[in-house]
């Protein structure tokens, strides 16, 4: 347990949470009104991973998240920095940007940018093959317009973390004689990372779950599989409970990753004095969670 | 680090003056903050190998100034050459206005412009040793190894070859102030600018501080340093300025100004601290 803790993650929870749901779903089985029968075989054969299109499905939903959020953390960080920018139109830009895509709906995003802007045809989103990939243009449009609407979210983040970073090093940078764009790649935003990656590791978190409404495109991903398959066996109780649980299963291996990158983001930072930044010494993550305990136990 | 005063800036624009001995050459400098005028009509010559030590109250404009000399602050009027350079600024055709230079060539012009903090600031995400090759690989291009044995030689010099894998919060002050020392000797500057480098540390930590710039002065760097410490502008100074309201009020010998002030803000602003 020890072991799981020190990666920041709340392992009891985890299983409380899994038990939680068996027994809920044992519960319904058993005293369910109007006759529900609860159905193991069917639940647990559509669950297993070796259920047709399952794994594929879930692929999906993990590419189209890495994907989107490595587009929203590009153009985050641009229009972080557009915001910061002394030039007016940068500002503007990075503004209008920001408004739009956190002032809309992201399910009207995704039917606007494919629907609409196909029957426009303002872009085609036309398939194509990558490495022996088919590459839908369903798909290409869902993680190009998540990533955009993921970049006006993690702008602020970015800016945050931005502003976080003493001046002081921007100062000792450009003493040094580093341009503008050494002084933020190689100074202020490693920096910076320790402030953004806490609520970057949420924020993909939420990723891994908004990929779901990529059904409005007829993407398969993890929550249309299960949808069609619950419209073939009108089965949903069993199906979307199973979906459900992938769903835990994907963030929470996510994030044991985000404690682990959070480790190697805190070089540094280390408050004790003896001995190098070994992985003996606390990292933010774990410190951070130290400090919650506390007050959520 | 024997040659440290080769010339340099040949490149670089700017208007060359005829004599080659002055670094530092700032005329009628005038600088605001909103309103506040922070310095006024301030010059100042430096020369070559010369340590000037600019003493006077806080508030008197003397950290702004040198924060003028690397650009870090902006000037309204006047004009500040290092190396014969105008830093910071193009003049327009007619020579009468000031237009901020490019980003690139002020970034150029700072190499050559050590610059040492009075909070040292060095980059917490790298080591001792990282810290100081830093410039050097990416902004100079020196390769990798050479850069690695360069900044042995400075750990060595400045007295920390024991840290060079430690990260700077495992430091005391007087050490990041040494490491951020080396820091800057690393780029080879021409001319080294030093803001209260000893204010923000234990007194205990104060003495290794000063040795490693005295040794340097020794060596004959052109350095300007900001410091209410008077033993070393006593010993070490061929040049004391004092400065007070944003206007250099004296400037002379250590012994001169120390023994006998011939301004009467400077005999009250040494009667206070000496």
Redesign the interface.
Known sequence: MSALRSYGIRSVRLAGCLFVLLIVAGCAGKTGRAGFNFDWNVFFQDLSPFSQGLLGAVYVTVVVSVLSQAIGVVLGIFAALGKMARFLPFRTIANLYIWIFRGTPVLVQLAFGFYGVGAAHLWGWDAFTLFGFKITGEIQAGIVILGINEGAYMAEIIRAGILAVDPGQTEAAKSLGMTYGQTMSRIVLPQAARVIIPPLGNEFNNMLKTTSLLFVLGVIETYNHYNIAQGQNFQPFEEFLGCALWYLLMTTIWGFVQARIERRFSRGTELSSGGGAGPRNKGFAERFMALKAPIEQ | MTNVTHDLLGAIGGVPRPDVDVVVDARDVNKYFGRLHVLKDVCLQVRRQETVVIIGPSGSGKTTFIRCV?H?EKIQSGRIFVNGHLIGYRETADRRTLVEDK??NI?????????V?Q?F???????ALENII??PI???GMAHDQAIGMGRALLERVGLAAKE??????LSGGQQQRI?IA??LA?RPALMLFDEPTSALDPEMIGEVLEVMKELAREGMTMIVVSHEMGFAREVANRVVMMDDGVVVEEGAPDQVFSSPTQERTKAFLSKIL
């Open positions: 690397n870090l980003e690139k970034a150029l012009q700072r190499q050559e412009i050590g610059m903090f909070r600031n060095l980059f917490p995400h790298m080591t830093e410039a990416h902004v100079r894998t430690v990260y700077p919060n495992q951020a820091r800057a780029m």
